[in-house]
Structures are given as structure tokens and as C-alpha cells.
Nanobody
Framework: VQLVESGGGLVQPGGSVRLSCAASGVSLEYFAIGWFRQAPGKEREGVGCISFWDGNAYYPDSVKGRFTISRDKAKETVYLQMNAVNPEDTAEYYC?????????????????WGKGTPVTVSS
């Protein structure tokens, strides 16, 4: 299983960016996909999780209302839409996958990880 993130870069405060996570080597149909981020000197933090089967997503309060996770079944790709970003959103963003149902993802329970894509929020 390979997960490849893309779409990161420099974003102005208040702007938007969409990250992609493309999977190969497996069908994501029976997986939950989580997005995590890690800023320099900070612990890895979950920013959302989606059940690939039914598309139901969960978000922590820190990003609820600003971030949206979606998926394209045909492309085996999951997206993280980030709106109204601020400098505190600056981090390396990772997608991850675990087998099983539901939309709760803990870093310690994820089976596969991408290598990350950086997002820098700055003017």
C-alpha cells in the first residue's frame, strides 16, 4: 500500500488549499483515512478522519468548520480542503490509512502512512 500526498505549499492567511492523498496497491473501500499534521517541535495532531465506504467524516474542534475531508472512490483519492487557514495551520500534513470501519483515527492505530506534504501559512 502506498499513500502519496500532494498539494501543499505556501498559502496566505485566510486563504484555502486542497491536499490530495492518492492510494495505490489497495482499494480503500474498507479503510478509514486519517489526516494528521505535525508542526516543528510539536506532537502529531489529527485533523480529521473519513470512512472511505460511506464518506462520513469526523473533525476535531481545532479545525471543525474550516477543514473538510472528501473522497473520490473512482480515483482512490482522499482530499483535505483547508479554508480560512492561519499561521497555526503551518505543518507537515500526512495522510494515513487503517483497515476497518468508522471515522475515528488515532495515529497509533494507523496501518499505512504517506511521506507528507508541507503547508506554510504566511503572508
Amino acid at each position: 500500500v502506498q499513500l502519496v500526498e500532494s498539494g501543499g505549499g505556501l498559502v496566505q492567511p485566510g486563504g484555502s488549499v486542497r491536499l490530495s492523498c492518492a492510494a495505490s496497491g489497495v482499494s480503500l473501500e474498507y479503510f478509514a483515512i486519517g489526516w494528521f499534521r505535525q508542526a516543528p517541535g510539536k506532537e502529531r495532531e489529527g485533523v480529521g478522519c473519513i470512512s472511505f465506504w460511506d464518506g462520513n467524516a469526523y473533525y476535531p474542534d481545532s479545525v471543525k468548520g474550516r477543514f473538510t475531508i472528501s473522497r473520490d472512490k473512482a480515483k482512490e483519492t482522499v482530499y483535505l480542503q483547508m479554508n480560512a487557514v492561519n499561521p497555526e495551520d503551518t505543518a507537515e500534513y500526512y495522510c494515513s490509512a487503517r483497515m476497518g470501519s468508522g471515522n475515528i483515527c488515532y495515529a497509533r492505530t494507523m496501518d499505512y502512512w504517506g511521506k507528507g506534504t508541507p503547508v506554510t501559512v504566511s503572508s
